[in-house]
């Protein structure tokens, strides 16, 4: 099989765990904090407190109405938000790790790579992956309706989009 086949179905597989464990443990209502001011605010499409955040609250407000548009599951629905931008931050992560493993085993990207060699990069990835997602500022993060769950999410995507640029950056026409 493909190091870019294997690669993906290992991180899908990797972050339908992370998205799971963390929406099962994710809390039931608000929490301390600011997240009581974030769940309202997403709720009534309102300002919390600055900078804001507009793009958490309008992603929460359309969580809340999926989830029925009720005061009551308000919280819920964001807090199922923040475990599945955390979800997908581990996807990110890990592909970002197989990424540098792949650079670190084989320098020239058109080579094959062996079956042991693909068990590490993959092997990598999952151990890096699966310890950002299982500690505990991390996780604490991800089951609550707060900002930092998201903003992980778009710092990793961001991230791993540089990389993905970093393999075509020398090719004709990347840069249009």
Partial sequence: MQFKKIN??????????????????????????DCGEFVSSCFKLQIPHP?????????????????????????????I???????????????????????????????????SQIWSIMGAGAVGAFAYTFSDSFWYS???????AMSSFFTAIVFWAILKWENHADEPGADK
Avoid: Q
């Fill in 142 to 148: 991800a089951v609550e309706g707060e900002v930092y």
């Fill in 8 to 33: 993906n179905i290992t991180g899908w597989v990797i972050c339908l765990i992370a998205c799971t464990v963390y929406i099962l443990t994710a809390e039931a209502g608000g929490s301390f904090w």
């Fill in 81 to 115: 938000m923040s475990a599945l931008a955390s979800g997908f931050t581990i996807l990110f992560i890990f592909w970002t790790i197989t990424h540098f493993a792949r650079l670190n085993v084989n320098v020239n990207t058109s080579d094959k790579l062996t079956s």
């Fill in 51 to 79: 900078p804001g955040a507009p793009l958490f609250v309008m992603l929460g407000r359309i969580f809340i109405v999926l989830f029925g548009d009720n005061p009551l599951t308000a919280a819920k629905a964001v807090n």
